[in-house]
Each structure stands twice: as C-alpha cells, then as structure tokens.
C-alpha cells in the first residue's frame, strides 16, 4: 500500500514570497490533516479535511495560509507572504473516519522542510 | 499553554536496559492517547495507543501506561536496540485532532 505523498520535500525561500507544497494521502483515506513542526517541538495542527470540507482550521494563520483539498483526494497548502518564522516542516497525515468523531490512526507523509531566509 | 507536555528533551539508554518515555496532560477529559516515532527526514509513525478505560496496553517490546489520576502516561521499551534510537512524541486524540509533545529523543548505545 502506497503511504502520503508530499513535494517537495525540501524549499529555501526569501521571506515575502510565496510558496505551496502538495500532498496526496492514502486512497481511501478521507481525512486529511496539515501540520507544521517547529524545530524542538512536536507537530501542530494547522488544518484538517474531511473529504473535501474543513472540519478545523483554527490554527490556520488565515492572512498567509491557506489550503484547499479539490475533489477530496489532493491537497495543497499555501503560504504568501512567507515570513521568517514560517521556517518548519510541513507534515501532511490521513487517516479513515468513523462516524461519531472516532478516527483511526493517522499516516504522516515525510514532510516538506521550508526555509524562510 | 502546552496540553501535552513532555519533560526529558533526550534520554540515553544502554543496549538490551529498560527505556522510559514520560508524557504528562493537563485535561482528564482527555480519552484516547498515543506514542509516535520519528526517524529524520521522516514523518512520525504510529507506535502503540491506549484507551482511558484501560491503565497498560503491550505490544511486543513496546508497553503504554496510563495513570489517569495523575494525568500521566509512560511508554515502556524492553529490551531497548539501537534501531530504537529515534524522537518519541506522545500526543491526544480530541475530536479525531492529535495534540502533540514536544518530543523525547531517544539513544540506545551498543
């Protein structure tokens, strides 16, 4: 079985520009989640889908992330303008759904590391 | 404020001993929990859950512990490898959203 598929995985960007990274879960997954991961901490949730609707986007810095998952497979996460502080990698997970807010394990791609210099 | 917090930033172990990962949560409503690892240049990989109806789950070499009263959960390895060698992370589940700690990277020396 084929896992997460993100690119690219590694992107040095000037602070100000734009940047998108993609990500393709597991077929049949319909959760998809984004997370970015500080150095020295653990991974924080920016957004999840279910299927192609958001379900949470509360951590989402909304003025420069943004994130869109068209026809419920793919998806893609955007930041513009980039800040320094958007240094991080950006890790993509999808997992199964059951009905009542029970989800089964979530499956982590290999992540993008962005660098914002 | 952290919801999941993990102490110990690295822990090292010799080949074959005992390793101790240790997790503490602030929220009792907290009810199902999870210990990940990562290996550089990956994405964390699930390891072992627990139920907040139950107080161990084993698996293999790998045991969870949850002291509910306390709000604390440990992950037990035994005996500890040098392929163990990794970050550990344990995190909640709420409402299908994983919360996570900030990770303890563990050494296991031959």
């Known amino acids: ?117 | 404020d952290q919801q999941v917090k993990q102490n110990s930033p690295s822990l090292s172990v010799q080949e074959g001993r005992i390793s101790i990962l240790n997790c503490d949560y602030t929220n009792s409503m907290f009810d199902y929990f999870l210990w990940y690892k990562k290996y550089p240049a990956e994405g964390p990989t699930f390891l072992i859950s627990i139920s907040s109806i139950k107080d161990k789950n084993e698996d293999g070499r790998f045991t969870v512990f949850l002291n509910k009263s306390a709000k604390h959960l440990s992950l037990h390895i035994v005996p500890s490898q040098p392929g163990d060698s990794a970050v550990y992370f344990c995190a909640v589940n709420k409402g299908g959203k994983l919360i996570f700690g900030q990770g303890t990277e563990l050494s296991v020396k031959p």
């Open chain 1, 1 to 117: 079985e084929a896992g997460v598929a993100q690119s690219p995985r590694y992107k040095i960007i000037e602070k100000r520009q734009s940047v998108a990274f993609w990500c393709n879960p597991i077929s049949g997954h319909a959760t998809l989640y984004w997370y970015q991961q500080i150095l020295g901490q653990g991974p924080k949730l920016l957004i999840q889908f279910q299927n192609n609707g958001v379900v949470d986007d509360s951590q989402l810095p909304k003025d420069r992330f943004s994130a869109e998952r068209l026809k419920g497979v793919d998806s893609t996460l955007k930041i513009q303008p980039a800040k320094l502080e958007d240094s991080a990698v950006y890790l993509c997970a999808s997992s199964l759904w059951l009905a009542g807010g029970t989800s089964y394990e979530q499956y982590f791609g290999p992540g993008t590391r962005l660098t914002v210099t």
